[in-house]
């Protein structure tokens, strides 16, 4: 029996980072994202879940500068994951 939580909220990974870079409260989810990134008591795989879901927040957002910022902000929370996860990924500025 699967159970439903009444305040969860399900979608892709492309859908959820549009609606937080529309949201009015971007900034406190984009400092959730990349405490969940960052957090080692967290599996790698949702670790690995939230780096793809704040580069497709941060990819809707329409201020470059804003975008090569939260570049830098989660170049430094990557930096906690383990190294075969880390060596993998390539960030790009925009």
């Known amino acids: 029996m699967k159970i439903q939580r009444k305040n969860h909220y399900y979608g892709s990974i492309g859908r959820l980072g549009r609606a937080i870079s529309e949201s009015k409260n971007k900034?406190?989810?984009?400092?959730?994202?990349?405490?969940?990134?960052?957090?080692?008591?967290?599996?790698?795989?949702?670790r690995i879940l939230a780096y793809f879901l704040f580069v497709s927040y941060n990819n809707y957002l329409d201020n470059k500068?804003?975008?090569?910022?939260?570049?830098?902000?989660?170049?430094?929370?990557?930096?906690?994951?383990?190294?075969?996860?880390k060596d993998k990924i390539k960030l790009k500025q925009k």
Do not use: R
């Open 27 to 46: 900034e406190d989810f984009k400092t959730q994202i990349l405490s969940m990134v960052e957090d080692k008591e967290l599996d790698n795989y949702n």
């Open 65 to 85: 500068d804003e975008q090569n910022e939260n570049i830098k902000q989660l170049e430094t929370s990557i930096m906690t994951l383990p190294d075969f996860l």
